[in-house]
């Protein structure tokens, strides 16, 4: 029988109502998460690490990296097959986007959350982490990256985003659809993810700082940024990646420091890119020293502006370059 490590780090899937806090609180301890799932040993031999037990709003790309550290390690055991990583839903998108851009491996590796608690009348966990595991066994989900698996519905991390604050089916692949689905029997995939990209860091140095579009907004959080110290800051303009003009000025200040400045769009899907030449386009953006990014959210391209930049720091001052990486 195959082997599948699940690390736990928090979220709802881990907590339970505290009476005296009014609330849901972190319960659940990693070995309690998984003997809560009815038949989870038929689906494969599982072994419990707890990473942390903490809400995702505590997650951070150090803990992201520290934790892709450990799930690598794992699956270096060739009696491994794949392993799950259970994670509050608030930052999940977050956590399998890093996660994807560091797995080389062809192992899945499935990331799962709940929108209900363990204490609910009727928790999520329980059926989210069956799938999770019976996905990371799965020979059909080799080679497809790190995997988002919720309500039995199969995303790829770099496509996944969280649409609604409460409901179960809150995770959706916005014009992309979801990979596949969980079956009773088996895992079933319609498509597969396309041109994934995979970086090898050897640590997480470079700070990134992102910065949404404000109508009205002038260049002063981009001078923040600087004064904290980043290598990098991400915008997320609006549609085609336009922001307020007023940040043109900011921008070209962080240029001549070296500070590599990605524009990305808070649109769900598609890419920003110069189609317009006004002050605030990406065009004008160009001009004045940034690049765009991707199909990635600003919160995606943040860390994988990071993930970039740690691996490589030349390229906060090769836009060409730079750019090549950041939209593919
Ligand atoms: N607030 C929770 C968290 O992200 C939400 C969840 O897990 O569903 O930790």
């Known amino acids: 029988m195959k082997k599948v490590i699940v690390f736990t780090t928090g979220g709802t899937i881990a907590m339970k109502y505290d009476e005296a806090r009014g609330g849901l609180v972190p319960a659940v301890s990693g070995e309690d ?26 997650m ?39 996660l994807d851009l560091l797995h080389g491996s062809d192992k899945p590796v499935c990331v799962v959350g709940a929108m209900r608690g363990a204490s609910d009348t009727s928790p999520d966990g329980p059926a989210n982490i069956y799938c999770a595991v019976q996905t990371a066994a799965s020979e059909n989900a080799r080679g497809k990256g790190v995997l988002v698996v919720l309500n039995n519905v199969i995303h790829a991390a770099g496509q996944v985003r969280k649409t609604h604050s409460a409901n179960c089916a809150t995770f959706e692949s916005p014009w992309w659809g979801p990979l596949g689905y969980c079956d009773q029997d088996r895992v079933i995939f319609r498509r597969a993810p396309v041109g994934r990209q995979v970086f090898h860091p050897r640590a997480l140095t470079a700070r990134v700082d992102l910065i949404p579009a404000q109508t009205g907004l002038g260049p002063e959080y981009i001078d923040f940024a600087l004064s904290r110290g980043c290598q990098g800051i991400v915008i997320e303009g609006y549609g085609r990646g336009n922001i307020p003009p007023a940040l043109e000025d900011g921008i070209a200040r962080a240029a001549a420091q070296g500070v590599a400045v ?18 605030g386009s990406v065009g004008d953006s160009k001009k004045h020293g940034a690049v765009r990014g991707g199909e990635a959210s600003g919160a995606k ?18 836009p060409a370059a730079l750019e090549k990486v950041m939209d593919s």
Do not use: W
């Open 33 to 58: 998460l998984a003997a809560a799932v009815p038949g989870l040993g038929s689906l494969a031999r599982v072994e419990v690490r707890e990473f942390s037990n903490v809400a995702s709003c505590n």
């Open 60 to 98: 951070s790309p150090q803990k992201m990296f520290e934790l892709s550290l450990q799930i690598e390690s794992a699956l270096a055991d060739s009696e491994v097959a794949g392993a799950v990583i259970t994670h509050g839903t608030d930052t999940l998108e977050e956590t399998a986007y890093f």
């Open 262 to 279: 990605v524009i990305a769009t808070r649109a769900f899907a598609g890419r920003p890119y110069e189609t317009y030449a006004y002050p």
């Open 301 to 318: 391209t943040r860390l994988k502006l990071m993930i970039v930049l740690s691996e490589r720091p030349e390229l906060a001052r090769d």
